[in-house]
């Protein structure tokens, strides 16, 4: 299993103070081929705009509108609506608002495609299911008997359901997967695949060649606890894999990290020259405190992609020092050169105006419109059966231009990615494409297969 990091999610105030923050963004200098969204929308965006209400998306053509599928075809379907769950850990008591973007995207799509019709004239019914981290057995068990299916959104314990799941034969369609019995389970897809043989860490392999040294000299940063050794094993195989030497590998405190001072004395004693950091956006920034405070900072800072959010800059109080962040979306910044980005941003900002904008929500609105398309295919013949028959025919997955490619059928990882620089002072910080200049980059060295 590799998942693209342990996340916190909380919503945003609105969409507007994201399309500032991307318009600051076009305007660093590290950034000149990089264009912005605006709040004002460009000729481009405009035309996204008129059709956002029409069920036509991106590459991908028209995904949702009126038709002519009839009769209650299997659990959750009925003539008129397909009931579907999509599941987050929101109320879990460590971490309150845990992937809460899931949700957000879930009310934004469904209402998006509601208004276009729905899917094949079948309205959606948006079931949100809190598994509280703890919980997941019991929100399986109850969707099994309620939803077509689970779409958009994971649970990070998602293998203690995965019995009760299989039992009843509950397909889900996530954003990615957590569980390690769980990524190669059936009944599965996944907009971003996350094989157990696969890690994805895009560009940190031109990182060793553009930053002499750093090859030698690599750090990690882990949560503590069952998913923290689940990760150290993850990403250190997967540095050794492209040929890193790893001279620290450190974990923090989940519950209370009293000081991040030790693990910084212990990063430099070590010689750390590239770090990477798979935390929380709290910890993450605390650490980047904690950095400032003694003067020290790795040559390199890289992190996945779920620290790709507005909130991460928010949560900042100071200004990290050679921090970067690889993805395999299209970047944010780019949206008035991208179409389906401006048309996301569009609908997001139209259908649910609070919503998190960041990673994690463009890979849920990705899995949503896998889940719609194969549903619109199957058409009266909608059950869990056609659906998941229908995803097992998609090779070539990109959410309409939202991502890089992926190959949902073939639970293959996708390895092209774009890495992201934060430029700025503290209180005015921005994500800024870094590398590629254009498009993405996507050598083999950025999802190393290891022993799973």
């Not at 845990?98 to 009310?107: K, P, R, V, Y």
């Not at 194969?374 to 229908?390: D, E, P, V």
């Not at 503290?426 to 993405?440: C, D």
Request: aromatic residues 8%; charged residues 10%; hydrophobic residues 40%.
């Amino acid at each position: 299993m590799q998942h693209p990091g342990r996340r916190t999610s909380t919503k945003i105030s609105a969409v507007v103070s994201v399309l500032a923050m991307l318009a600051l963004a076009a305007c660093s200098s590290s950034s000149p081929s990089s264009s912005a969204a605006s709040s004002t929308p460009s000729s481009t965006q405009s035309g996204q705009a008129q059709s956002t209400a029409s069920g036509s998306f991106g590459t991908l053509g028209q995904v949702c509108g009126p038709g002519s599928a009839t009769g209650a075809t299997a659990t959750g379907v009925t003539a008129s609506s397909i009931e579907v769950a999509t599941v987050a850990d929101v109320g879990a008591a460590s971490s309150p608002g845990l992937d809460q973007a899931f949700w957000d995207t879930g009310t934004a799509f469904t209402a998006w495609c509601n208004a276009a019709g729905g899917i094949d004239g079948r309205k959606l019914v948006l079931d949100k299911r809190d598994a509280a981290l703890t919980d997941y057995p019991p929100i399986v068990q109850t969707s099994c008997t309620a939803d077509l299916a689970m779409v958009g959104g994971q649970a990070v314990l998602d293998d203690t359901g995965l019995a009760d799941r299989l039992k009843c034969g509950l397909p889900d369609i996530a954003p990615y997967i957590f569980g390690p019995n769980s990524v190669n389970a059936p009944l599965k897809a996944a907009a971003f695949p996350t094989p157990n043989d696969q890690v994805f860490l895009g560009g940190v392999a031109k990182f060793f060649t553009a930053f002499p040294g750093t090859k030698q000299a690599v750090g990690v940063i882990v949560p503590n606890g069952a998913a923290g050794v689940e990760q150290q094993k993850i990403f250190t195989e997967g540095l050794k894999a492209i040929g890193g030497n790893l001279v620290s590998v450190l974990e923090y405190n989940t519950t209370v990290q009293a000081s991040w001072t030790p693990l910084v004395d212990k990063l430099r004693s070590a010689g750390v020259k590239l770090l990477l950091i798979d935390a929380d956006l709290g910890p993450t920034a605390a650490l980047e405190e904690a950095m400032q405070t003694q003067n020290w900072w790795p040559q390199v800072q890289v992190v996945p992609p779920h620290l790709y959010a507005s909130e991460f800059l928010k949560q900042l109080t100071v200004a990290p020092e050679n921090f970067y962040v690889y993805t395999p979306i299209a970047p944010l910044e780019d949206a008035s050169a991208n179409p389906p980005t401006a048309q996301y941003i569009q609908i997001m900002h139209t259908y649910d105006p609070s919503g998190e904008i960041g990673f994690p929500s463009v890979e849920a609105f990705s899995s949503w419109l896998l889940f719609a398309e194969a549903a619109k295919a199957c058409g009266s013949s909608l059950t869990r059966t056609c659906l998941m028959s229908k995803i097992a025919t998609t090779t070539s997955w990109t959410g309409g231009g939202l991502t890089s490619q992926a190959n949902p059928a073939a639970n293959a990882m996708p390895a092209c990615y774009v890495v992201l620089k934060i430029t700025g002072s503290a209180g005015h910080l921005a994500f800024s494409r870094y590398e590629p200049a254009t498009g993405f980059d996507c050598s083999p060295d950025n999802a190393p297969h290891i022993a799973p």
